[in-house]
């Protein structure tokens, strides 16, 4: 009984302490040797031989993805791609589908790799001048761009190569196109959903009269400065990066092909089916970066500059969540765990129904989609993936519904991405949260149910 206190304990200061906004790469450690010494196992060793391997097994598999994936977002912003994507599609839809033209700005550039932290960035200049002109609500706006960053571009569509479509590649053995049937039905919920609320609320602005309103301190002027390349041309690596990745996963490193037999003895202890996910997205991402490179040679004199700023952004998100591995590991291994994973097992015998109750819970207290999904497969994407075989589930489907599960409840007030847009756009929780809500957790839990009754009845 007081090993399952320790382990809630623990992840009660997890969710409060990072409100507070005290880092996870401080957090991880502490409340991990915290939740082991209540448990009466010995701090240090928990922390050196348990909470560092598993923290370091996490950046072994995963940090091609993440240095890769920043470095793409990095270039594309640097050579103007970002911006000129943005611009022609808000050119094409005009004012009178502003919130539309924020979405598919947004959607388009997250779905071929930008991180959706460039993406706020890039998009929000653009966002302030329609919203203006078309006298839609300030306060709009980040939930536009948070709906086509921080949904269905990051969890549901396939193909995508957002690190929450990676991170269960290697344990269930699958590729980031998994599911697709699932993931676009999912994907379709949360984009018509999310439009049809802003819409709605929009509607309710007019007839109240409400209007832009004033705001200091914002981007006013958004022509396209001189040498923005064409839109083309800022189009063509998304495109690579998704064809690449499909060809490559589907068609090139399929799970039984021969050949790859090495794999299985050392130095390597691996099969292609473990590890065709992620060098599907390697292949892929290395080919984007390089076009933009070869493409923008004179918008970037300096592309060394833009890969190292690129590969040291990428640090902190893949610490952070390889940190919150690290503390699943340590978790896993205390007896109470065995008892809280009994309670979760019993909730349901559809291993669909228990891996999304424990991911998106878990993401909720972390206040991060790939933090809390790493915590739960870290802890339990063996027994979840044992069940689905047992079950006749193919892994396939378990990979979509964990993936949008972590998505639901992520974005709680107290999650960095939120934090971070309100920032950019200037504006406050009290202001915007509640069309923030709706959008990212709301809709998003809504394509759970249906990716969980979907993948229940065998549909991939």
């Known amino acids: 009984m007081i090993g399952v206190f320790g382990i809630i304990l623990s992840l009660g200061l997890l969710m409060h302490l990072a409100y507070r906004g005290v880092s996870a790469l401080i957090l991880a450690p502490v409340l991990a040797v915290l939740a082991a010494a209540v448990s009466g196992l010995p701090a240090l060793a928990s922390l050196t031989q348990v909470f560092m391997p598993g923290m370091a097994g996490f950046i072994a598999a995963q940090f091609p993805v993440f240095i890769l994936g920043a470095i793409l977002g990095k ?32 959607a388009v550039l997250t779905y071929g790799g930008v991180s959706a932290f460039v993406v706020a ?7 302030a001048h329609l919203f203006r002109e078309a006298d839609i609500p300030k306060r709009l706006i980040p939930a536009t761009i948070a709906l086509g960053s921080f949904t ?68 006013v002027a958004i022509l396209p400065p001189a040498g923005l390349p064409r839109t083309a041309v800022a189009l063509a690596p998304i495109a690579i990066v998704l064809l690449a990745n499909l060809i490559l996963g589907t068609r090139v490193w399929k799970a039984d ?26 292949v892929a991402l290395g080919a984007g970066i390089a076009f933009v490179l070869a493409a923008n040679r004179k918008r970037l004199p300096k592309p060394l500059d833009s890969l190292n700023g690129g590969a040291a952004s990428s640090m902190g998100p893949i ?25 979760l097992l019993a909730i349901s015998g559809n291993p669909l129904v228990t891996s999304s109750i424990a991911t998106t819970a878990l993401a909720g207290i972390t206040g991060s989609a790939s933090g809390g999904m790493s915590i739960a497969l870290g802890a339990m994407g063996e027994t979840f993936y044992r069940q689905a075989l047992a079950g006749g589930i193919a892994p396939e489907i378990l990979h979509r519904v964990v993936a949008i599960a ?55």
């Open 75 to 106: 270039v594309m912003e640097d050579s103007g791609s970002a911006k000129a994507i943005a611009r022609a599609i808000a050119a094409r839809l005009g004012m009178n589908h502003a919130i539309l033209s924020v979405t598919l700005s947004c």
């Open 121 to 127: 960035f890039a998009v929000y200049p653009i966002a």
């Open 152 to 219: 269905f571009t990051m969890t549901a569509l396939p193909g995508s190569p957002q690190i929450q479509n990676a991170i269960p590649m290697p344990y269930f053995h699958t590729t980031a196109w998994a599911a697709p049937v699932i993931g676009l039905v999912a994907g379709t919920i949360m984009l018509v959903g999310g439009m049809s609320w802003l819409r709605f609320r929009e509607g309710k602005a007019r007839e109240k009269g409400e209007g832009y309103g004033a705001h200091q301190g914002e981007p």
């Open 257 to 282: 092909a021969a050949g790859y037999g090495y794999l299985a003895a050392a130095p390597y202890s691996t099969s292609l089916g473990a590890v065709r996910g992620v060098w599907s997205l390697v």
């Open 319 to 343: 610490l952070n969540t390889a940190g919150m591995v690290g503390y699943g590991t340590v978790v896993k291994t205390l007896s109470a765990f065995v008892v809280l994973q009994g309670a």
């Open 406 to 460: 972590c998505g639901g409840l992520d974005s709680l007030p107290h999650n960095g991405a939120i934090i971070t847009l309100l920032g950019i756009t200037r504006l406050s929780h009290r202001q915007s949260y509640a069309d923030i809500a709706m959008v990212t957790i709301a809709f998003p839990l809504l394509a759970l149910v249906a990716a969980i009754i979907l993948g229940s009845l065998g549909v991939a």
